[in-house]
């Protein structure tokens, strides 16, 4: 089967195994790129051998692990993206995020850096990108995060800001997720295109079918997503396809300035401190520091 001719949005795979990338792009015929995190990555069985080995892994061999596991990935999205992520807990300060930005960029030729949406990932996604630093803004819960974004960017080569909404964790907790996908695509509209939005946390072929729907940028998707969506003949759903809110709570649009210093939006969001938390910890419980 090939890729759908009226397919508008690019299609990656979540996750930190290169044989699932493989299986991917064999099921579906093409893949335009993947991204990994903390939690994905530290289920590569070279961090579990080292539990195995009844230990944690020294914290060079986990980024070495890292830096194998995206290598061997990389070429099969040679013309796409693979995002790898910093290390960042509360305490991470910009310098830090910076240097491991420039690190982890050398290491592939088709990174993205991925880097919280914080004070210290803004102020570093600033400096990153005026090195020509691709990045991927992960963790944004909120359309003043998204604005954040753009205002820290502004001035990069549409293709080098990916922003991720994540959909599933705002699910979780009874907002409609897509709502916010929706917001800041809408928001973006009126902006020069510089930011990419690439949907996160997808937990269903809804989301999937919506984001289509929404004409996202991006998507990225675990693995069971995309089998389905083959399974399913790789549909693009139609303008009168509904998407299903249950009883999730919508989160209204806001009328925000683009034009405006990154500074003066609210960026704060608790599910971002918690996702910074989360990741931290999964990687610490692999990892000596
Ligand atoms: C991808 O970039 C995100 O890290 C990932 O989609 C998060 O998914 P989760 O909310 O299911 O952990």
Known sequence: MNKPNNLKTRIFLDGGIPEETKEAIRILGFLDGQTTNPTLITKHPSFLACQEKGGKCSELDGWKYYKEIVSEISPFVKDGSVSIEVYADLITKTEDMIAKGEELFGWIPNAHVKLPITTEGLKAAEALVSQGIRVNMTLC???????A??????????????????????????????????????????????????????????????????????????????KEWKDMGMPIPKDDYQYKINNLKDIPYQELDLSKGWQE????????????????????????R
């Open 265 to 288: 939006f609210n960026i704060s969001h608790d599910l971002t401190d918690k996702g910074i938390e989360r990741f931290s910890k999964d990687w610490n419980a692999l990892i000596t």
């Open 149 to 226: 974004v753009f205002a820290a960017t502004r001035g990069a080569k549409k293709g080098d800001v990916f922003i991720s909404p994540f959909v599933g964790r705002l699910d979780d907790r009874g907002e409609n997720g897509m709502s916010l996908i929706e917001n800041i695509i809408n928001m973006y509209t009126i902006g020069d295109g510089h930011v990419e939005v690439l949907v996160a946390s997808v937990r269903s072929m809804d989301h999937f079918l919506r984001s289509l729907q929404l004409k996202a940028d991006i998507i990225t998707s675990p693995f069971k997503i995309l």
């Open 141 to 147: 819960f909120s359309q003043e995060q998204a604005a």
